[in-house]
Antibody, heavy 122, light 106 residues
Framework: QVTLKESGPALVKPKETLTLTCTFS??????????LNWIRQSPGKAPEWLAG???????YYRASLRSRLTISWDTSRNQVSLTMADVDPVDTATYFC??????????????WGPGTTVVVSS | DLQMTQSPSSLSASVGDRVTFTCQAT??????LNWYQQKPGRAPKLLIY???TLQRGVPSRFSGSGSGTDFSLTISSLHPEDFATYYC?????????FGGGTKVDI
């Protein structure tokens, strides 16, 4: 049974660094075609893909946020973390981690965590 | 970035109605398109992948079609639990992007 769960602070101040962690189970991120991704959704908006890490520990970022994001994988704890530097109120959103299965031609976000809401405010 | 445009942004319907909404890409994405359903306070749920393949466990009243730049999602007969927001998402190239969504309400 695949599960994912996000954790992190609910409130951060502008210009601080946000660190989110996704703890997953029920699959091996080392298996070919597996990715773990971070996706955020601002209130009333569409989901926005931020970053992903694949089964070979290669990392991918949304270009517009690349300078602020770092994704990393703790293999010993089945956790993937995302840090976002220099946060701004526009970063207020619900942050989801989602498994991506990339086995061409199939490429889907098939399992998601419940999300964690982050408010950026002083 | 490759943009996805959904229309309408919202629609009102009744239980039993047949509804169709569309998703348009700014360039040819072949059939590299997924559809998700999202209910308030919940994560998106995968409904359809490769534009027309139903995800396991999704009711057959959902169907998808299209290729290239124009896609659609049809619900043949709305059930009460189908009132939600639907998003398309391409996987042609990074960054993966979602459409703006179609909210289906009563």
């Amino acid at each position: 049974q695949v599960t994912l769960k996000e954790s992190g602070p609910a409130l951060v101040k502008p210009k601080e660094t946000l660190t989110l962690t996704c703890t997953f189970s029920g699959f091996s991120l080392s298996a070919s075609g597996m990715w773990l991704n971070w996706i955020r959704q601002s209130p009333g908006k569409a989901p926005e893909w931020l970053a992903g890490i694949d089964w070979e520990d290669d990392k991918y970022y949304r270009a517009s946020l690349r300078s602020r994001l770092t994704i990393s994988w703790d293999t010993s704890r089945n956790q993937v973390s995302l840090t976002m530097a220099d946060v701004d109120p526009v970063d207020t959103a619900t942050y989801f981690c989602a498994r991506r299965v990339l086995l061409s031609p199939v490429d889907v976000f098939d399992f998601w965590g419940p999300g964690t809401t982050v408010v950026v405010s002083s | 970035d490759l943009q996805m445009t959904q229309s309408p942004s919202s629609l009102s319907a009744s239980v039993g109605d047949r509804v169709t909404f569309t998703c348009q890409a700014t360039q040819d994405i072949r059939n590299y398109l997924n559809w998700y359903q999202q209910k308030p306070g919940r994560a998106p749920k995968l409904l359809i992948y490769e534009a027309s393949t139903l995800q396991r466990g999704v009711p057959s009243r959902f169907s998808g079609s299209g290729s290239g730049t124009d896609f659609s999602l049809t619900i043949s007969s709305l059930h009460p639990e189908d009132f939600a927001t639907y998003y398309c998402q391409h996987y042609y190239i990074l960054p993966l992007t979602f459409g703006g969504g179609t909210k289906v309400d009563i």
